[in-house]
T-cell receptor
Framework: DQQVKQNSPSLSVQEGRISILNCDYT??????FLWYKKYPAEGPTFLISISSIKDKNEDGRFTVFLNKSAKHLSLHIVPSQPGDSAVYFC????????????FGTGTRLKVLA | GAGVSQSPSNKVTEKGKDVELRCDPI?????LYWYRQSLGQGLEFLIYFQGNSAPDKSGLPSDRFSAERTGGSVSTLTIQRTQQEDSAVYLC????????????FGQGTRLTVV
């Protein structure tokens, strides 16, 4: 059973608007979360992280929110740009500094110009 | 090269055959990781190499899977007696030290077992 779920396989957003990508997890021991971005024919690249001591982490246009009680995190991109069109993966772990993250299946974001 | 290079980019093999997937990490990177993404699944950790230390093989799904890293550089992932459930994209990544957030991924090898 998937411990990390991205229930929306795809999302389309108009350029300049907000993109919200969601991620749910089932294991309450998860305390460390990552988001990756992947362009076609390229490997994933790390985007932003958050740990459970915070409920928000911001990096430029990208903000990750964590609701630990709901076992839910979301990635907000504001404003969305066509270059943001990619597949976004969330990942979760119970341990810091590990490489054994559990990844979701990804959400394909398309930003329309 | 400038990035992590994987070869071949695509591989179609018959069930029961052995396959070798190659990863050329970024020069000087001591940490090397293998992951795979099967259809409809997230990335799954397979194996981790760090310098001359014994690799962490805890993610390998069966004893048909093995990997080596020669001279601390190139790595080869070998799948023996391939099965259809081995079909996936196999991703390699490398980093200076152990840090998956600072790792650079290759473009992957898409393996199809028919």
């Amino acid at each position: 059973d998937q411990q990390v779920k991205q229930n929306s396989p795809s999302l389309s957003v108009q350029e300049g608007r907000i993109s919200i990508l969601n991620c749910d997890y089932t294991n309450s021991m998860f305390d460390y979360f990552l988001w990756y971005k992947k362009y076609p024919a390229e490997g994933p690249t790390f985007l932003i992280s958050i740990s459970s001591i915070k409920d928000k982490n911001e990096d430029g246009r990208f903000t990750v929110f964590l609701n630990k009680s709901a076992k839910h995190l979301s990635l907000h991109i504001v404003p969305s740009q066509p270059g943001d069109s990619a597949v976004y993966f969330c990942a979760a772990s119970a341990l810091p500094g590990t490489y054994k993250y559990i990844f979701g299946t990804g959400t394909r974001l398309k930003v329309l110009a | 090269g400038a990035g992590v290079s994987q070869s071949p980019s695509n591989k179609v093999t018959e069930k029961g055959k052995d396959v070798e997937l190659r990863c050329d990490p970024i020069s000087g990177h001591t940490a090397l990781y293998w992951y795979r993404q099967s259809l409809g699944q997230g990335l799954e950790f397979l194996i981790y190499f760090q310098g001359n230390s014994a690799p962490d093989k805890s993610g390998l799904p069966s004893d048909r899977f093995s990997a080596e890293r020669t001279g601390g550089s190139v790595s080869t992932l070998t799948i023996q007696r391939t099965q259809q459930e081995d079909s996936a994209v196999y991703l390699c990544a490398s980093s200076l030290e152990q840090s998956i957030t600072e790792a650079f991924f290759g473009q992957g090898t898409r393996l199809t077992v028919v």
